[in-house]
């Protein structure tokens, strides 16, 4: 498969060298074509991996992972194209995480918005699923990291695009079916965004990014 | 031991009717010193409580848990006065949700402020403890409701205070003091707060308020 990754940062690069491990095609794309992060990484990968610009990157891929930092998301996607977004799936990955202010981060939007929402509407051609952004990148690509089944929220307004995401986590990465939660249309953005400011500080005191959520429900 | 419980809603009841049953003596406040709620619920557990007006229950109360509705604790806890307050354990169960605009609800403050917070700036000799503002009321009582560990995070300033609420959660309900977790100072208030707008998310398409989370943790 043709996988675009936007981002050259720890999440970029985590997806990237996974999916380029198991098969995938993938273009790495940043501001610049070539740049230094995009380089390492392609280096890291044995040149398996391409890179390029934005842009570049999404009219590559048939499906598209935002990993962008979230302050910079809508500029980059802008850069990407809309035409090159078009129709694709767009995992979209990255936090609106404010660390100008120092830590813990505060979240550029929230509360009544989002920014898988503002993304959505910024696209709307586009079919963004809100999904991985509640967990560390190594969890990501391999949930069987923690010791026991625990769970992932996803969202989005397309019920297609999210059953072929939830397909795909599992292909890529082993995510079970049953552990991956649909929240409903992009709105629950804001639920899964506004949950970074429990991560942040459960990240602190745990003393490990290495941990995620189980829903333990009532009989 | 004598408790205060400010507000007549569910979760005042779910916890003061637990708190008699195990022979605690209880004053539940609201803002009249005979409310029609208050007196249900004193009927509901056959006189074994008592109501008054939110100073009258704090003035009571050895420790205080705030189940107001969000919206209007710091009016209540106003109420309730200061100086029946100092020195004391405030557990501070009510969360700042804003139903006004329909469901699901946003949040009265957020991000870089919380309710929490709010309520140990404007009453600084109250021992604040934000506990149970992540679960549904009838869990709160009964964890092991749910089928396995799940966990409550906690947080405040005042760490003395907060092991007085981890061995009273678990002498009055049961809570296991490994399945409740310290988040930090009162700011940590934010990350549970702001975790409402992922819990009403789930209480949506769980079809159930009961549930909780469990931290799955790496090794």
Avoid at 41 to 47: F, P, Q
Avoid at 75 to 91: D, M, S, T, V
Avoid at 139 to 165: F, R, T, Y
Wanted: glycine share 10%; proline share 3%.
């Amino acid at each position: 498969m043709k996988i675009a990754i936007l981002g050259t940062g720890m999440v970029g690069k985590a997806l990237g060298t996974k999916l380029v491990e198991i098969g995938h095609r993938v273009l790495m794309g940043s501001r610049t074509a070539s740049s230094e992060a995009g380089q390492e990484w392609r280096d890291s990968v044995n040149g398996l991996g391409q890179i390029g610009t934005f842009a570049e990157a999404a009219a590559f891929g048939e499906i598209i992972l935002d990993c962008t930092n979230g302050a910079n998301s809508i500029e980059a996607l802008r850069q990407a194209g809309a035409e090159n977004l078009r129709g694709k799936i767009l995992i979209q990955v990255s936090n609106p995480l404010d660390f100008s202010k120092g830590m813990p981060p505060s979240l550029t939007v929230c509360n009544t918005d989002s920014l898988g929402e503002q993304i959505q509407r910024e696209f709307p051609e586009a079919r963004v699923v809100k999904a991985l952004n509640t967990i560390n990148c190594a969890i990501m690509v391999q949930p069987s990291l923690l010791p026991e089944d625990h769970d992932l929220i996803i969202c989005g307004n397309n019920a297609e695009a999210k059953q072929e995401v939830t397909r795909l986590l599992g292909e890529w990465f082993g995510w079970k079916h049953e552990c991956i939660i649909d929240l409903g249309d992009i709105t629950a953005s804001r639920g899964t965004e506004m949950y970074l400011a429990l991560w942040v500080r459960l990240w602190g005191v745990l003393g490990t990014p290495y941990f995620n959520l189980k829903l333990v429900r009532g009989r």
